[in-house]
């Protein structure tokens, strides 16, 4: 005869399993929308270049010529015709097959991204600025779409992620003498058990994973990863010892010069040009741009890279690159008068917390071991997925009709006490996540709890 009370199903008879649970239904209530969310946008955005590539191919790719590329200052001219304006950004072709992307501060307003064929100077078209089909999937994934508070809202969600994770683990332990639901599946998908094993076993076998994805993601959050990086560039070990140079430096951010940068280097301020402007008779003019992207490429900057244009006297040549190969991220700062390098760094002189931050996010978006990273994080999106959906359906089978189904409340709240208590360090850790947490305690006490008391007392 079995033993059903040591069955995971039972384990709500221990105090410390009923607490347990109970945030981790909470937890699951709270972002399994948000995960199923992130998982789709995010199997997605894997494959951002090869979807990007076939939606916007009359705009990216060109018919490769013989002919020699025209100087970019000739291309720039090409896309003020239809685009009025001052030129902000060039991304010049990566190879033979691609067009040139210039993007214009539009003197109707905004900013427009301008396609040009190099050879021909030919406008293939243009459309606003970071507005490219996986852009607004980037943007969705992030929920930054739909404003500020939203995109806290994925903050709070990745951080509760985690501490799924961490209680999703404790519930899934093998008790006494269980025999299925560790590594194999119980019944058929008619049964709720059949369900709760898939959850487990699929859950224990990706945690760390997910655990992975959230909190690399964290640093692209609005809250945690600002004062994160902030935290982390406000000694050597973020930026880049070359940033820490005696060059006069200005107020812009790399992130709004470029648009995307990597994270280490979102906050680096840009150099300011130094060696000529009105009465500088020994540089009496900008080297102009077709100079410095020859100076760039005589650099050996791998091509790909993109160019921030000088912004007024002080401005600077700004070149970047941020390939699959983290060893090839490379920014260089040119004076715009004399073609100076003011500023050249790469992965190598970056801090070790700058590198490790970089090494996790460049897996995160499927790049570091190529091919293979990204079938891994696909893998990995379909059983979020899956997981979300069979939380929703055990969920489901298991409620009371017209109720939450909230699980009950240990015997000894003082397990309660102890759990939150340990739940609330990761609330320290991601403050958001507190602030959220003392809200689903709170709702609990007087929607749940509370009421709960008050019928106990009114039986008794």
């Keep these: 005869m079995t033993n059903n009370s040591r069955s995971p199903e039972n384990q709500g008879n221990t105090s410390l399993y009923r607490a347990v649970w109970r945030w981790h239904f909470y937890a699951g209530l709270l972002i399994l929308p948000f995960m199923i969310l992130m998982a789709v946008t995010g199997a997605a955005y894997i494959y951002r270049d090869e979807i990007d590539d076939w939606y916007h191919a009359d705009l990216k790719f060109v018919e490769a010529s013989g002919n020699a590329v025209l100087p970019i ?28 992307e210039i993007v214009i501060a539009a003197d109707a307003g905004g900013r427009q991204a301008v396609y040009i064929d190099p050879y021909r100077g030919d406008v293939l078209g243009h459309m606003p600025d970071r507005t490219t089909l996986m852009w ?12 500020t508070i939203p995109n806290y809202v994925i903050e ?10 961490l209680t999703g683990t404790y519930l899934w332990w093998p008790r006494g003498d269980q025999k299925g639901g560790v590594v194999t599946l119980r019944d058929t998908p008619k049964r709720r058990r059949w369900w709760r094993d898939a959850h487990a076993v699929t859950g224990i076998f990706i945690g760390i994973f997910i655990i992975f994805m959230a909190a690399t993601g964290m640093f692209w959050s609005v809250f945690w990863g600002k004062y994160a990086n902030e935290f982390a560039n406000g000694t050597p070990n973020g930026y880049p010892s070359g940033v820490r140079v005696d060059v006069p430096l200005s107020t812009i951010p790399m992130i709004e010069a470029f648009g995307e940068t990597s994270w280490t280097n979102e906050n680096i301020p840009l150099p300011q040009s130094v060696d000529g402007g009105i009465g500088q008779t020994a540089n009496p003019g900008p080297i102009g741009i077709d100079r410095a992207m020859s100076i760039f490429n005589e650099m050996g900057l791998t091509p790909g890279y993109a160019i921030s244009l000088p912004r007024g006297e002080t401005g600077v040549y700004s070149a970047s690159i941020y390939p699959d190969d983290l060893s090839l991220q490379r920014v260089i700062h040119l004076d715009q008068y004399s073609g100076r390098p003011l500023i050249d760094m790469g992965y190598d002189d970056y801090g070790p917390f700058g590198k490790i931050m970089e090494f996790g996010i460049n897996v995160h978006l499927g790049q570091e071991f190529g091919i293979a990273n990204q079938i891994l994080l696909l893998v990995i999106c379909a059983l979020i997925i899956f997981m979300s959906v069979s939380a929703g359906v055990m969920w489901w089978k298991r409620r009371p009709v017209g109720a939450l189904g909230v699980p009950p409340m240990p015997r000894d709240t003082r397990n309660l006490t ?11 850790i991601y403050p958001m996540v507190g602030a959220s947490m003392i809200v689903i305690w709170l709702l609990d006490y007087l929607f749940v709890v509370r009421p709960q008391r008050k019928m106990r007392a009114a039986r008794a």
């Design 73 to 100: 200052s000739s291309q720039i001219d090409a896309a003020l015709l239809p685009v009025p304006g001052t030129p902000v950004k060039v991304l010049p072709p990566a190879d033979p097959t691609r067009s040139t």
């Design 156 to 165: 709070i969600a990745s951080g509760w992620a985690i501490l799924l994770v």
């Design 418 to 428: 102890v759990v939150t208590a340990i739940l609330a360090i990761g609330g320290i």
């Design 136 to 147: 607004v999937v980037r943007r969705i994934h992030s929920l930054a779409e739909f404003g």
